[in-house]
Nanobody, 121 residues
Framework: QEQLVESGGGLVQPGGSVRLSCTASKNIFSIYTMGWYRQAPGKQREAVAGITTQGVPKYADSVKGRFTISRDIAKNTVYLQMNSLNSGDTAVYYC???????????????WGQGTQVTVSL
């Protein structure tokens, strides 16, 4: 199973920023749409942002204007820059790679292990 290796996250104050990173194998990165989901306590997992193999970003309405997804093809890495964070952004964030569909629904989906982001004073 191809792996998605995440880094970043942690505790951040309201209004602050944090950047998540996810590195995939070259095979995955070149074929799959990369993105991020999140799951808050007691809530369903939801799509946050994705970036297609053509480099087209996709965002959930709740994060538009605050989050930016980008990628470094040479490093097989996708980033999620999160700004103006609030308590509603507290969740476990999962890197995801998807193929055979359109963001955020894919027939073939690979998941990272998840990284916690907590927005609190």
């Amino acid at each position: 199973q191809e792996q998605l290796v995440e880094s970043g996250g942690g505790l951040v104050q309201p209004g602050g920023s944090v950047r998540l990173s996810c590195t995939a194998s070259k095979n995955i990165f070149s074929i799959y749409t990369m993105g991020w989901y999140r799951q808050a306590p007691g809530k369903q997992r939801e799509a946050v942002a994705g970036i297609t193999t053509q480099g087209v970003p996709k965002y959930a309405d709740s994060v538009k204007g605050r989050f930016t997804i980008s990628r470094d093809i040479a490093k097989n890495t996708v980033y999620l820059q999160m700004n103006s964070l609030n308590s509603g952004d507290t969740a476990v964030y999962y890197c995801v790679a998807g193929a055979g569909g359109n963001w955020p629904n894919y027939r073939d989906t690979r998941w990272g292990q998840g990284t916690q982001v907590t927005v609190s004073l």
